[in-house]
């Protein structure tokens, strides 16, 4: 991504902080390094906030202008009587439209089954339980090439305590990239747990590589041991042939 960033012109400056800025005609920052960077306008990314400042979120106790921390279940923490339910942005676990509908159906059902008595299966992946939220968030950046990436990154994973090991494969290696397109770039990364010999998280950056990311989340979702995916058989000559690649560089 910086790769195709930066081909366009665009200079990326990473672990740089700002510590000043001044108008005149243009904007000039000042940098932590003491350098200065000169620009027509400056757009800081400040992150985002919850639209909970008029629910009335006071009057049970809750704070407005805050995400309302939920359970697994979607049940709000801190409101008495077990009644509130919250899914999607509002509640902060993953801030993503398809994680927001995910939460609707799981959070939908739990409800379901309380009003009729129902017991609830609360277990890791149970149908009462957003486990996809924690393990298993899919994402996409619409970017020039697209990233995609499901799970834990080899960073996170490491941090976890895990005992895992990256695989990498340079996407246009594979047969079908150069039926995309020519020249095609790009590259995609296992994160195996290696007690586990699964998937723990994977990402894709390349031109429409947001279609190969089902495979990857269903992989990861069911933990699928890697022996068993070995025996999954991609199509050739398709860009899925790199499935086939990282498992064969995990092998050696």
């Known amino acids: 991504m910086a790769e195709s960033l930066r081909a366009s012109g665009i200079d990326l400056r990473f672990g740089t902080s700002v510590t000043g800025a001044r108008r005149d005609g243009q904007v000039t920052l000042t940098l932590d390094d003491g350098g200065t960077v000169t620009c027509d306008e400056v757009l800081f990314a400040t992150g985002r906030r919850p639209a909970t400042d008029d629910l009335g979120l006071d009057t049970v106790g809750l704070a407005p202008g805050r995400s309302i921390e939920v359970d697994s279940t979607g049940l709000a923490a801190g409101v008495p009587g077990e009644w509130l339910y919250a899914a999607g942005d509002v509640n902060g676990r993953a801030l993503l439209t398809h994680q927001g509908k995910y939460q609707g159906r799981i959070f939908g059902t739990v409800i379901a089954d309380r009003a009729a008595g129902r017991p609830l299966d609360t277990a890791a992946w149970g149908r009462s339980v957003a486990t996809a939220d924690e393990r298993a968030v899919p994402q996409v950046v619409f970017t020039d090439p697209e990233v995609a990436a499901v799970g ?23 047969s079908g990239a150069s039926l995309y397109a020519d020249g095609y770039q790009g590259r995609a990364r296992a994160v195996v747990d290696l007690d586990r010999e699964t998937l723990l998280g994977v990402t894709f950056v390349g031109p429409g590589v947001a279609e190969l990311l089902h495979s990857a989340t269903i992989a990861v979702t069911a933990e699928v041991p890697i022996s068993r995916l070995w025996h999954a058989v991609p199509s050739y000559p398709t860009i899925s042939e790199i499935w086939l690649r990282l498992l064969e560089t995990y092998r050696g």
């Open 152 to 174: 834990p990154t080899l960073e996170e994973a490491t941090r976890e305590g895990r005992r895992v090991r990256a695989v990498d494969y340079e996407i246009g290696d594979v």
